[in-house]
């Protein structure tokens, strides 16, 4: 059977995303595979290559063929040269390493003009909600109740004399200025 590594594309429109896979070469670009040997991103900077050098080797000595695109991705990553004998490109670019955001935060700030707060002064705490109680059961409710003829708790006296609240009889005295 014929052979061929070539690119099956993933990804949504304008943003691509090829694994580097082994097919028959009769089958359609994002056809049915035999073996997934790596992986290409080419819109990311710069492009990411994920290459298995070692079944790429083993593929390329049975007598797969890489299509054109295949060739030269591995070229860039040195499996063709060493499969052909060639001397090994230079280096692939890599990317570098991404900045911490915590660091960059801190820099910015010492910009503005401000010191980086400490770890524990840089977060408020969040409040923990109050744990939720069970409603009481009806029987626990009269037994916990004290006596519906005893004074509640925090009621005053009843020797200690009140002044006289007008509030409860103000109905009733509107009730006669008007009768008269």
Do not use: C
């Not at 040997?37 to 797969?64: C, F, M, Q, T």
């Not at 052909?84 to 910015?108: N, T, V």
């Not at 003009?113 to 969040?126: K, M, Q």
């Amino acid at each position: 059977m014929a052979t061929k590594i070539k690119l099956m594309r993933l990804g949504k429109m304008r943003e691509p995303h090829y694994r580097i896979v082994v097919a028959d070469a009769r089958t359609k670009r994002d056809g049915r595979s035999i073996e997934t040997i790596g992986e290409y991103h080419p819109k990311n900077d710069p492009s990411v290559i994920k290459v298995d050098g070692e079944r790429v080797a083993y593929w390329l000595g049975v007598g797969a063929q890489p299509t054109e695109a295949v060739a030269a991705i591995l070229k860039v990553t040195g499996d063709w040269q060493k499969f052909a004998g060639q001397p090994a490109p230079e280096p692939m670019k890599l990317a570098a390493p991404r900045p911490d955001k915590r660091a960059l935060f801190d820099a910015a700030l010492a910009e503005a003009g401000g010191e980086p707060a400490a770890d524990s002064a840089a977060t408020t705490p969040r409040k923990k909600a109050a744990p939720k109680k069970a409603e009481p059961e009806a029987g626990t409710a009269v037994a916990d109740a004290p006596p519906a003829d005893a004074p509640p708790a925090d009621a005053p006296a009843a020797d200690t004399p009140r002044a006289e609240a007008p509030t409860v009889d103000a109905p009733a005295a509107e009730a006669e200025q008007a009768e008269a």
